[in-house]
């Protein structure tokens, strides 16, 4: 037993000598493992450890993980896999007896231009003979191969050329072109330059520190060409102005540019230089510090089509031998996209506004197509994409009417051109029979309710029907027939008009609404919504859409942006019978002839449509500015379809002001 006891406690150890001799030591295949598993989890240091003395000696610690680092990081390495085969015990014992191994394995890893992957053969060699710890030889190999003998890694991005946007006769209304960069020769200054600074700098809208700091870089020499602005050619005046100074000169460098300029800006937008919160708010790779992204407008709606993929390559160059290609991937330009927009009829109708703020939309009545987005006053799209002054954004912002709103896309009141709409409602619920007349006395009406009276502008000699109501625009009997329709029918009448609904455009526009909380709660509001006060609230292209089901049996189209969209598209379908429609046209053609919009009759063609005017109150018994409207239409061709807008027409001749435009408009756009 005492025997049996001995060689237990000889054995345990013996045991425990040999483990606490052998634990530092490994086999050639698990050190090149711990090492991999370190590289695929980026623990340089950890890499490091696994080095040889020799090694060590050529690279400190620091010095090594930082390159890795760097490297990484510039490249953005992720999914870093390395895999190698186990060594067979006859290759295992040959090792040994020579003190060294080598031992092929494969790398792949994803970067920023793509996946990269290589195979290299790792030098293992025996340290200690004794306690056979082995170690690897490292070179700048194990980085990339094409790194072994020295080398530098460059990147090389080939941008995406970004997309156009074309109207529906692939006329551009925003495209890659030469632009004029500005520069300045500091050696060409005069001795005293405050004054041509000052020139250069009101001619480019740029401050004069701007100019200065540029200037004042480290590597800018007397002879060196300094960057300041860019200029589109449509500057042409600021162009001769500028080339006029000794010290600029001018180079042609691609740009963004906006044939329409201000007639487009708020539809079309701009592009500038990406943000880090635009970065950072995108997919990982998608943008780097150097690239443009759209900031408004369709450039910003499209981004996503229009600004294409750069290419990007990841090369190793080392002199006198042949670039080694890491990782390549290839450009992928920018898709253009077409729109219905009529480039012509968007810049007449931006124009016909002169001075005056307002809105207005035109579309092709029997497709749904828009064909013009204006909104009044605008900006020139190019200070924003090549860069706006402080000064002059602050003008832009501080200007009372507003021109960086866009209006086409925000609702207003619609005053009277709301009254068709009400007529449809009613004609569809069987709540109005137009040829029944009502007998309404006086200018006045308050239906018994208390601090309250509706008004109408001119009396009716005898009983009112639809279309004398609306060839004289008569507010009483409209809030009269709304309330016979009730509240619950007129709202159901008005969501079947699309009110409270999302538009359905590839544009995003703010949706037309009821009023504040999206109902009507009392008859008041009731009476006030049907001639398009109280808080009803819709965009001009809604409005404009209100009008197709007169001219499409009783169908409301769907408006289209894209030439890509279905066209003729029902948005909400039986709004009124064929009859009913083709009645409320009738009455449409007679507003112009006997009514309140006959200051839109040409002799060039017949002319349909309502004016309205919407006033601005805080209540009854204040003074407020009105807005104006007028949605007109040629009444044999009906191809083309305006509801514009104006705002504060009260000095101006109300609606009628609106109306002599768009007629106009209409004579000019269908002659050319």
Same mark, same amino acid.
């Given at each position: 037993? &005492? ?202 809208d740029v401050s004069v520190a701007s100019i200065e700091n540029e200037l004042a870089l480290d590597w800018v020499g007397p002879d060196s060409y300094v960057p300041i602005s860019k200029v589109p050619k449509s500057k042409e005046d600021i162009l001769v102005e500028l ?7 001018? $180079? ?54 229009? $600004? ?8 190793? !160059? ?40 307002? !809105? ?32 002059? $954004? ?124 999206? &109902? ?27 009008? !197709? ?8 189209? &769907?408006? !289209? ?37 006959? &200051? ?73």
């Amino acid at each position: 037993m &005492k025997k049996s006891l001995a060689l237990i406690f000889y054995v345990t150890l013996l045991l425990f000598f040999i483990t606490a001799c052998s634990k530092d030591q490994t086999s050639p295949d698990e050190e090149l493992d711990t090492y991999m598993t370190h590289w695929s989890e980026e623990s340089f240091d950890k890499m490091y450890d696994s080095l040889s003395d020799d090694v060590k000696s050529e690279h400190t610690k620091e010095d090594f993980s930082e390159r890795y680092e760097k490297i990484y990081t510039d490249m953005e390495i992720e999914d870093i896999e390395v895999t190698f085969e186990n060594l067979t015990k006859e290759e295992i014992t040959n090792a040994y007896e020579e003190g060294q191994v080598s031992i092929p394995f494969s790398a792949s890893m994803t970067s920023l231009a793509g996946p990269i992957s290589f195979d290299y053969e790792a030098q293992l060699s025996l340290a200690n003979e004794d306690e056979e710890i082995w170690h690897i030889e490292w070179d700048p190999g194990f980085i990339f191969p094409a790194l072994k003998n020295g080398g530098k890694i460059s990147f090389q991005v080939d941008a995406a050329e970004r997309g156009s946007i074309l109207d529906r006769d692939q006329i551009p209304l925003a495209m890659n072109d030469i632009v004029f960069e500005i520069g300045i020769i500091p050696g060409n200054l005069p001795d005293n330059p405050d004054n041509e600074l000052q020139t250069i700098a009101n001619l480019l809208d740029v401050s004069v520190a701007s100019i200065e700091n540029e200037l004042a870089l480290d590597w800018v020499g007397p002879d060196s060409y300094v960057p300041i602005s860019k200029v589109p050619k449509s500057k042409e005046d600021i162009l001769v102005e500028l080339v006029e100074i000794d010290s600029v000169q001018q $180079r042609e460098v691609e740009g963004r540019v906006y044939p329409l300029g201000e007639a487009a800006a708020h539809l079309i937008g701009y592009i500038g230089d990406v943000s880090a919160e635009d970065i950072e708010n995108a997919e990982p790779g998608t943008y780097t510090s150097q690239d443009v992204i759209g900031k408004r407008g369709l450039e910003l709606v499209y981004e996503d089509t229009l $600004r294409g993929e750069s290419g990007m390559k990841i090369v190793v !160059t080392n002199e006198g031998e042949e670039d080694v290609v890491l990782a390549e991937t290839p450009k992928k330009d920018g898709e253009d996209i077409e729109i219905t927009i009529n480039s012509f009829v968007q810049q007449e109708m931006y124009e016909s506004y002169g001075k005056e703020a307002g !809105t207005a939309s035109a579309i092709d009545p029997k497709t749904g197509e828009t064909l013009a987005l204006v909104s009044s006053p605008s900006f020139d799209p190019h200070d924003f994409a090549y860069g706006i002054s402080q000064d002059k $954004r602050e003008k832009l912002e501080n200007d009372k009417q507003q021109p960086l709103l866009n209006r086409f896309s925000a609702t207003f009141a619609p005053g009277s051109v709301m009254k068709p709409i009400s007529a449809a409602i009613g004609l569809k619920d069987g709540s109005l029979d137009p040829n029944e007349g009502i007998e309404i006395n006086g200018l006045t009406w308050d239906n018994g309710w208390e601090d309250y009276q509706i008004k109408r502008v001119s009396e009716s000699n005898k009983p009112v029907d639809l279309p004398d109501a609306l060839k004289r625009s008569d507010n009483i009997y409209f809030a009269m027939k709304a309330i016979d329709a009730g509240i619950d029918s007129y709202s159901k009448g008005l969501h079947n008009f699309g009110f409270e609904e999302d538009f359905p455009f590839a544009y995003p526009f703010t949706k037309s609404s009821i009023s504040a909380d999206g &109902k009507i709660d009392n008859e008041v509001l009731l009476a006030n919504t049907s001639y398009g006060q109280g808080e009803v609230e819709i965009s001009s292209l809604h409005l404009a859409l209100s009008y !197709t089901p007169f001219l499409n049996d009783g169908n409301m189209l &769907k408006p !289209t942006l894209l030439t890509s969209e279905e066209t003729g598209e029902v948005w909400n379908e039986d709004l009124l019978s064929k009859e009913d429609a083709e009645l409320v046209q009738d009455i449409l053609h007679q507003v112009v002839e006997e009514g309140t919009a006959a &200051k839109a009759q040409r002799d060039a063609f017949d002319i349909s449509g309502k004016t309205g005017t919407a006033e601005l109150k805080v209540s009854s018994d204040a003074e407020g500015h009105d807005n104006g409207w007028f949605v007109g239409y040629p009444t044999d061709d009906q191809d083309i379809l305006i509801a514009m807008m104006i705002e504060e027409v009260e000095d101006l001749g109300a609606s009628g002001f609106v109306a002599e435009k768009v007629a106009d408009l209409l004579v000019k756009i269908k002659k050319d």
